[in-house]
């Protein structure tokens, strides 16, 4: 067995890892809004609560697992397993710790936001299968929050792209050695942090299953397991927005020699993990317009303007 | 436009630090078997039927608490005792109906039916939520201590005619011209 990017130890270590770490961020998610809601949320099953994503997990395992009779059964099956899918496979490219990885890619920062733009076909093809009209409302409004934020998502990353000059995530990090890029590219960093937050659905960009006006949006009808993954699928993509951006912005593993590489990767991302957590906590759902005109008529022109700004201000410098 | 854009903005941030801040804000929570959480005196919970200070029933079967009830979860059938009491010879309530109103507390002429500060009343069979009088019934006065009805009231029982009671006058008698 060797220690190296894209040994199969390496590849089983990480996937196994970023499952369980998905799995027990619902405890992490419950517990944190319960700290900042002055409550202490669920503390019985196991130490501090930890065994309480081995009972959500025997629940949902066990759960009937139901199709429903007028749905299309196989686009219902598939849609949740595409976004399991893009997720983890956009974890292969992410430089975890020197000589851990799955892939060295040299279109890293590509290969992400192809996997993103794919996450859009699950939730419009559980929409359109499930045959329900809070489905498909889900997956319209879905489709098109991703669709617009994507744009921008990638013209955020451009910024640091021109920096390092190159899109291979290792080579990003290392070129932050001399300092991280969220002080250049600030303003690239918040967009990508709001943009990161319509990717993956998260509140207070959870248009797309809004409870109180559209049931639970795309996956109204998934149960079982299916529901499951659609769930998990969600915090591995928190997990990953994290990661990308601890790896883009905030140096990944890079941190001062008293602590292992892996563990400033994991601190840094944990922070984000958290801060997204405290947005739920925090902020209000907009309406969906409000969202769309916040997307189009600001974020782009923003996105927009930074990177002119940083094309300038490096062909200044040469 | 710039304003606009700056109110929100400061708004969000302020709302993430307040919200944060409550991280350092000991929790609310009480955790209820381990910790018994303080019941106030009148708070409505099971229901009892109180003795008088003589250690007699208070119940006089009047089915006032039984018509007040909004569920209809009391049942009672009245009974009378040698001495002229009125005593319910059966007193039924089905705790898996009642909503704990305290109607019946309202209604009670005799102080008899009561509500007390419990409510750790769950059952794995439902019949048992069905109470009988041997289980609703407790050996003290409840919250009145001193009340005793037959001892004010005007009904007459052996051992006590009419007008034997307190602060009561002797009934008048129509037929004499004495004052």
Excluded at chain 1, 19 to 42: T, Y
Excluded at chain 1, 94 to 123: E, H, K, R, T
Excluded at chain 2, 153 to 171: C, R
Aim: charged residues 15%; proline residues 5%; contains cysteine.
């Amino acid at each position: 067995m060797t220690w190296e990017v894209g040994s199969a130890l390496n590849i089983g270590v990480i996937l196994f890892s970023v499952i369980v770490i998905a799995a027990m961020l619902i405890w992490v998610e419950r517990r944190l809004l319960s700290l900042w809601q002055e409550r202490l949320g669920p503390n019985r099953v196991g130490p501090f609560g930890l065994l309480q994503v081995v009972a959500d997990m025997i629940k949902i395992f066990t759960k009937e697992d139901w199709v429903p009779p007028f749905s299309d059964r196989f686009s219902f099956v598939l849609a949740p397993t595409i976004i399991m899918m893009v997720v983890l496979l956009s974890f292969s490219v992410i430089p975890f710790a020197p000589g851990m990885g799955v892939i060295d890619s040299n279109i890293g920062i590509l290969f992400v936001l192809a996997m993103a733009s794919l996450g859009a076909y699950s939730v419009m093809l559980a929409g359109l299968a499930s045959d329900n009209k809070y489905a498909l409302l889900g997956a319209l409004r879905a489709a098109a929050q991703m669709v617009s934020y994507e744009v921008f998502m990638g013209i955020s990353l451009l910024g640091v792209v021109a920096l390092s000059g190159s899109f291979n995530l290792r080579e990003i990090v290392l070129s932050q050695s001399d300092g991280w890029y969220v002080i250049p590219q600030l303003i690239g960093f918040v967009i990508f942090l709001i943009a990161g937050v319509a990717e993956s659905h998260r509140l207070p960009f959870d248009i797309p299953e809004a409870e109180q006006e559209i049931v639970a949006g795309y996956h109204t009808e998934y149960s079982g397991m299916k529901f499951g993954m659609f769930f998990v699928g969600e915090y591995l993509g928190l997990v990953l927005i994290s990661s990308l951006i601890t790896v883009l912005f905030f140096g990944g593993w890079l941190g001062p020699g008293f602590l292992p590489p892996i563990v400033w990767f994991v601190l840094k991302a944990f922070v984000f993990v958290a801060f997204f957590i405290l947005m739920r906590a925090a902020i209000p759902r907009p309406r969906y317009d409000q969202l769309m005109t916040y997307g189009w008529l600001f974020l782009l022109p923003l996105s927009l303007v930074n990177l002119m700004v940083t094309g300038v201000i490096i062909l200044l410098g040469q | 436009m710039f304003n606009l854009i700056k109110d929100t903005l400061t708004s969000q941030i302020v709302t993430l630090w307040r919200v944060f801040s409550h991280a350092f804000v000991k929790a609310d929570t009480v955790e209820y078997p381990e910790q018994e959480p303080y019941m106030f005196p009148r708070w409505r919970g099971r229901i009892i039927l109180s003795r008088d200070p003589d250690g007699e029933e208070r119940c006089v079967a009047c089915n006032l608490c039984a018509v007040a009830c909004p569920v209809d979860c009391i049942a009672l059938q009245k009974g009378e005792m040698e001495d002229g009491r009125w005593y319910p010879e059966f007193f039924r309530i089905n705790f898996s109906r009642c909503i704990m109103c305290g109607f019946c507390e309202e209604a009670c002429p005799t102080n008899a039916i009561q509500l007390t500060p419990d409510f750790e009343m769950a059952e794995y069979v439902r019949q048992d939520m069905v109470w009988e009088k041997e289980d609703l019934l407790i050996d003290g006065t409840g919250k009145y201590h001193d009340y005793n009805f037959y001892r004010v009231a005007g009904k007459q029982i052996s051992g006590k005619d009419k007008g034997e009671a307190l602060h009561e006058a002797p009934p008048v008698d129509v037929k004499s011209l004495l004052p």
